[in-house]
T-cell receptor
Framework: GNSVTQMEGPVTLSEEAFLTINCTYTATGYPSLFWYVQYPGEGLQLLLKATKADDKGSNKGFEATYRKETTSFHLEKGSVQVSDSAVYFCALRGGDKLIFGTGTRLQVFP | NAGVTQTPKFRILKIGQSMTLQCAQDMNHNYMYWYRQDPGMGLKLIYYSVGAGITDKGEVPNGYNVSRSTTEDFPLRLELAAPSQTSVYFC???????????FGEGSRLTVL
């Protein structure tokens, strides 16, 4: 069946460091892929998405490229800020449902 | 913009009690979802609906029931609450199931 695997956290970085959060998926066909972010005490919100192979989603300095060869959708940011501290979820669309990974907590210190 | 509204935000239940978590959206979305989020875990889908009068089970439906009599509302009922149902519950909606979900702020439920 469809599933999403994310790297475990927490990821702890200093401000302005480079960020990578790994995400791989198992699915039939080529599902749409997503990154959602959850700030403390809030619901999830869409960060970026990609709907087909080789697409690059980007938003707020974050990027992720849909790689069908490696079934991956890794999240990257060149220079993180303290305000990026949150939990990040990778997800794929399977039929009418969105299937989420377990989430990766990012902590950025000044 | 109200978006997706969940009530209550917090609730404490005793074992065996029942309650309903309310979810309403004002975006005329067809698809609505209930997820639960346990500490350190991802989101698990409980139930979902692709339109009024249609509901379907997700990964973890046991102990819950839903109904969808209108496009706007998608209440989640807990029957005979158990400690294993202690969690944060999120309702979400989307217009056409393409994956861009809009989430409510969550309802934190504790069963003692």
């Amino acid at each position: 069946g469809n599933s999403v695997t994310q790297m475990e956290g927490p990821v702890t970085l200093s401000e302005e460091a480079f960020l990578t959060i790994n995400c791989t998926y198992t699915a039939t066909g080529y599902p749409s892929l997503f990154w959602y972010v959850q700030y403390p005490g809030e619901g999830l919100q869409l960060l970026l998405k990609a709907t087909k192979a080789d697409d690059k989603g980007s938003n707020k300095g974050f990027e992720a490229t849909y790689r069908k060869e490696t079934t991956s959708f890794h999240l990257e940011k060149g220079s993180v800020q303290v305000s990026d501290s949150a939990v990040y979820f990778c997800a794929l669309r399977g039929g009418d449902k969105l299937i989420f990974g377990t989430g990766t907590r990012l902590q950025v210190f000044p | 913009n109200a978006g997706v509204t969940q009530t209550p935000k917090f609730r404490i239940l005793k074992i065996g009690q029942s309650m309903t978590l309310q979810c309403a959206q004002d975006m005329n979305h067809n698809y609505m979802y209930w997820y639960r989020q346990d500490p350190g875990m991802g989101l698990k889908l409980i139930y979902y609906s692709v339109g009024a009068g249609i509901t379907d089970k997700g990964e973890v439906p046991n102990g819950y029931n839903v109904s969808r009599s209108t496009t706007e509302d998608f209440p989640l009922r807990l029957e005979l609450a158990a400690p294993s149902q202690t969690s944060v519950y999120f309702c979400a909606s989307t217009h056409d199931g393409t994956g861009e979900l809009f989430f409510g702020e969550g309802s934190r439920l504790t069963v003692l």
